[in-house]
């Protein structure tokens, strides 16, 4: 059973720093693209940054500059390495990822883990 597992969460200050994981498993035969996406309180959800097979980032407007995505392949591990951290960066975070087994391709997602920037 395919399942990815966040942590890292926690509470930062403004300007500070924060690296979550996301660490997928179970009967993988390819992760053709994992990403982060958060969700702040009366907000939508919304795209945050995405990292592809070949190590291609894109990242939405609103992190660029301060957020990047490192990965460890060897343990289909993917992380979000948050700099420079901002009140409105306050959100549920969560990972998904596109993944190919035995049954064909399909999304998940992990359970999401808080982040709270507060001086």
């Known amino acids: 059973q395919v399942q990815l597992v966040e942590s890292g969460g926690g509470l930062v200050q403004p300007g500070g720093s924060l690296r979550l994981s996301c660490a997928a498993s179970?009967?993988?035969?390819?992760?053709?693209?994992m990403g982060w996406y958060r969700q702040a309180p009366g907000k939508q959800r919304e795209w945050v940054a995405r990292?592809?097979?070949?190590?291609?980032?894109t990242y939405a407007d609103s992190v660029k500059g301060r957020f990047t995505i490192p990965r460890d392949n060897a343990k289909n591990t993917m992380y979000l390495q948050m700099d420079s951290l901002k009140l409105e960066d306050t959100a549920a975070y969560y990972c998904?990822?596109?993944?190919?087994?035995?049954?064909?391709?399909?999304?998940?997602w992990g359970q999401g883990t808080q982040v709270t920037v507060s001086s």
């Open positions: 990292i592809t097979t070949d190590g291609i980032t």
């Open positions: 998904k990822a596109t993944i190919t087994t035995a049954y064909g391709v399909a999304d998940y």
């Open positions: 179970g009967g993988i035969s390819r992760i053709y693209a």
